[in-house]
T-cell receptor
């Protein structure tokens, strides 16, 4: 199937860690991505992970991939108010020609 | 990262008119570009895949005569919404595939279309 699912909303306090989860169904996924969308703007690529990796860390961002359970997560350490946005996970398959997006998780960071 | 621009960033038009949206890859060549539509508080819906020098591939349910796509060069794809109606009002986002070191899509900032 093509379903990519995310929880719709997450609220955290500034300075806490945020964990955004994503599940997908297609085991042929090659790359998995996290994008950030601020209000009225396009999508900004945050990070990505190749499907044969378990973890990737990039500054405050940590991506964990459980391929067996088809579960992807994005952890944001020391969350700031500027991190408030919608976060989309996406998967690409085969020859990377199409992306399948999750519904997006709205992250609200309270000061 | 690679930069993709869209023009215009927002447009308001009367019902029945046509609107053209441009998508440009600024620092890389893109043989493949994609057009998405996003309704408020919803995810991106892929409308079509734009291939340089050939016809676009439309997703099921997307009217090709309504949403005309032209990809005449390796850095420019255009989406024309023909005879626009209020239900076409949406946020249109393009992306360009960069087949470089990381084969991924880079997204434009989006175009907000409002049809009166």
């Amino acid at each position: 199937g093509e379903d990519v699912e995310q929880s719709l909303f997450l609220s955290v306090r500034e300075g806490d860690s945020s964990v955004i989860n994503c599940t997908y169904t297609d085991s042929s996924s090659t790359y998995l991505y996290w994008y950030k969308q601020e209000p009225g703007a396009g999508l900004q690529l945050l990070t990505y992970i190749f499907s044969n990796m378990d973890m990737k860390q990039d500054q405050r961002l940590t991506v964990l991939l459980n391929k067996k359970d088809k579960h992807l997560s994005l952890r944001i350490a020391d969350t700031q108010t500027g991190d408030s946005a919608i976060y989309f996970c996406a998967e690409s398959r085969h020859n990377f020609n199409k992306f399948y997006f999750g519904s997006g998780t709205k992250l609200n960071v309270k000061p | 990262g690679a930069v993709v621009s869209q023009h215009p960033s927002w447009v308001i038009c009367k019902s029945g008119t046509s609107v053209k949206i441009e998508c440009r890859s600024l620092d890389f060549q893109a043989t493949t570009m994609f057009w998405y539509r996003q309704f408020p508080k919803q995810s991106l819906m892929l409308m079509a895949t734009s291939n340089e020098g050939s016809k676009a591939t439309y997703e099921q349910g997307v009217e090709k005569d309504k949403f005309l796509i032209n990809h005449a060069s390796l850095t420019l794809s255009t989406l024309t919404v023909t005879s626009a109606h209020p239900e076409d009002s949406s946020f249109y986002i393009c992306s360009a595939r960069d087949e470089g070191a990381l084969d991924t899509q880079y997204f434009g900032p989006g175009t907000r279309l409002t049809v009166l």
